[in-house]
């Protein structure tokens, strides 16, 4: 036909009804076909690399972070975290005063006051929901009211004496504070309920401010608690702490669990026992709080 022949004489290629007819042709289905086959694998491969690539930023990011974690234990160890004077971590500050910090050799002498005690409940209920804190035992977020010694011990008292291994007394003291009360108690009753029950009995007591209750959980050293716990009762720091106090007190939470521990109860069975070697005027006492305000 004459457009046909005008195409091919125009000398710009194959008209498009020849390039059609070629594309259609078998041929030309192969050459398709071919050149997406080797599209799609060049595609593959250029993912694969990308995978490659990405796992090999993720495996250095982990390195990095590795690195990272061994160099923050490395200047923990070799200097205090803070000014406070006796490697307190920073987060810790408020719970210890300038230049506080000691060593004490007896763990019959590491009392606590309820001061020092009241400036703990306060730095749980400052602090408790601003920090997140959850529980080590089910994962639950943890609240100022229901914070109780156990998680005290995994949220505070360890990480904050981690640097300097040392029982949470020796942290805040700046001596030894030989206890005037024996505290006979649970672990597991809420701190706040705990610290109040004792600021009461200081009350009532009329003890001086610097008058000492000795608490176990702050007592003794909680990095090698071992230490501290003979194999006869007799001769633990918790025998020699009641030896040297003119009493002790029981704090029962609302379930009285305490009274069901034998720990408690060999406490309370020297403490009413005179042929257990406690002087014949020396003091039982027994509180509990409803809430914090009660006691």
């Known amino acids: 036909p004459r457009h046909i022949m005008a195409g091919i004489g125009g000398g710009r290629g194959p008209p498009p009804l020849l390039t059609l007819a070629a594309a259609a042709s078998p041929r030309g289905q192969a050459l398709s076909q071919e050149r997406l086959h080797g599209r799609v694998e060049q595609l593959e491969r250029a993912l694969e690399a990308e995978r490659e690539r990405s796992a090999q930023l993720q495996h250095d ?23 406070t004077g006796m490697g307190v971590p920073p987060e810790f500050a408020d719970l210890v005063d300038n230049h506080a ?10 009392g606590i006051t309820p001061d020092q005690l009241q400036r703990l409940a306060d730095f749980i209920s400052q602090g408790c929901l601003r920090r997140g804190w959850r529980s080590s035992r089910d994962g639950n977020p943890l609240e100022p009211g229901s914070m109780n010694l156990y998680d005290a011990k995994d ?19 700046r001596q ?9 108690h649970w672990w597991g009753e809420p701190i706040l309920l705990f610290v109040s029950c004792l600021r009461q009995h200081a009350l009532d007591r009329k ?18 608690v071992q230490d501290d716990i003979a194999e006869d009762p007799a001769e633990s720091s918790f025998r020699r702490a009641m030896a040297s106090a003119v009493g002790t007190v029981s704090v029962l939470d609302q379930t009285s669990t305490c009274l069901t521990r034998v720990w408690c109860a060999y406490e309370v069975w020297v403490s009413l026992d005179p042929t257990q070697g406690t002087s014949s005027d020396y003091k039982y006492d027994i509180y509990t709080a409803l809430d914090a305000t009660s006691a």
Request: aromatic content about 8%.
């Open 155 to 173: 949220h505070i008292i360890k990480p904050a004496t981690a640097h300097r291994q040392c029982s949470y007394v020796e942290l805040i003291a």
């Open 176 to 184: 030894a504070q030989p206890p005037k009360w024996f505290v006979s």
């Open 101 to 110: 910090g000691c060593s004490i050799d007896d763990t019959a002498d590491r």
């Open 207 to 224: 003890l001086r401010s610097s008058s000492a209750y000795w608490v176990c959980a702050y007592a003794n050293n909680q990095h090698s």
């Open 61 to 83: 990011l982990d390195a990095e972070r590795r690195r990272a974690t061994d160099l923050e234990a490395e200047l923990a160890n070799r200097s205090p975290a803070t000014s």
